[in-house]
């Protein structure tokens, strides 16, 4: 499993650097668009918990034009209307079988087809700004690396669960471990921007967010992994294979896309001259 896992990583990091350094932007839109309409399949039709198709047709398709929405800008008008649209249809199917479409199945689809993708495609607006090509590796610095360092710590010293209940295998020490991972990781991310590539970096607000990046990856992951105690999982789905599927993967980057654009705005860890 383990060997699985490090060839799929091997094999799917350098395409997917490939795809958000190299090719056109709307690319990285589309992928990730792609990405997010698995992700509603996934909580709502692999969970069981809402598994009628039109329903789930609804979301995967909201869940990819989110993307795009927010490549071209996430014009307000544009965003207001295909809620409207998306909401109309969910509310239509209530409507015609009140029975078997409860409301609580119209939330989920909501959360999977609106909430969700918004969170992700953090990640398709900080591309699309300026020096997107560079601020695009900050979420992917902070998420896999603070992923990793946990993994290694908890192997190595690991002895104080964090989560029990919902992630057994995490520990306190594995969590510091990948904080101090992150935290280093943005550090040295700075310091090649200031000195392969000239731009004004600041050192204490890479600290800042190698601390945040990192409690926020391990909050995505127990998000969906409470979930999939919930509803009696093991994974998300297959797609990738020995990291499940897209949301076994990706979950911590829900939180991390989101945080690392806001903190952009609040705290510019890189500046162009």
């Known amino acids: 499993m383990m060997s699985t896992r490090i060839i799929t990583a091997a094999v799917l990091l350098p395409l997917l650097l490939l795809m958000v350094l190299?090719?056109?932007?709307?690319?990285?839109?589309?992928?990730?668009?792609?990405?997010?309409?698995?992700?509603?399949y996934e909580l709502l039709y692999s969970t069981e918990l809402v598994r009628q198709p039109r329903l789930v047709a609804y979301s995967m398709v909201a869940a990819f034009l989110v993307n795009l929405?927010?490549?071209?800008g996430s014009p307000e008008s544009w965003g207001m209307l295909g809620a409207l649209v998306f909401t109309t249809l969910l509310f239509g199917e209530m409507m015609a079988s009140h029975v078997k479409v409860r409301f609580e199945k119209v939330a989920l689809c909501l959360a999977a087809g609106l909430l969700l993708p918004f969170l992700l495609s953090g990640l398709v607006r900080i591309h699309a700004g300026k020096y997107g090509r560079y601020l695009i590796l900050i979420p992917f610095v902070l998420a896999f690396l603070s992923d990793t360092g946990a993994y290694f710590a908890g192997r190595?010293?690991?002895?104080?669960?964090?989560?029990?209940?919902?992630?057994p295998n995490k520990t306190v020490e594995g969590a510091v471990g990948g904080v101090l991972?992150?935290?280093?990781?943005?550090?040295?991310?700075?310091?090649?921007?200031?000195?392969?590539?000239?731009?004004?970096?600041?050192?204490?607000?890479?600290?800042v967010y190698g601390l945040l990046g990192s409690l926020g990856a391990i909050l995505g992951d127990l998000w969906f992994s409470?979930?999939?105690?919930?509803?009696?999982?093991?994974?998300?789905?297959n797609l990738i294979p020995g990291h499940g599927g897209i949301l076994d993967r990706f979950d911590s980057m829900m939180v991390v896309g989101p945080l690392t654009e806001a903190l952009l705005l609040l705290l510019p860890v890189v500046v162009g001259e």
């Open 181 to 207: 991972t992150a935290m280093l990781g943005m550090v040295v991310y700075t310091l090649i921007m200031q000195v392969g590539f000239q731009f004004k970096v600041n050192y204490m607000f890479a600290l």
């Open 226 to 237: 409470v979930i999939k105690r919930q509803t009696g999982i093991k994974d998300y789905g």
């Open 69 to 72: 929405w927010s490549y071209f």
């Open 156 to 167: 190595a010293f690991g002895s104080h669960k964090l989560s029990p209940v919902i992630s």
């Open 22 to 40: 190299v090719l056109p932007k709307i690319f990285t839109a589309i992928l990730f668009g792609v990405m997010s309409a698995f992700a509603a």
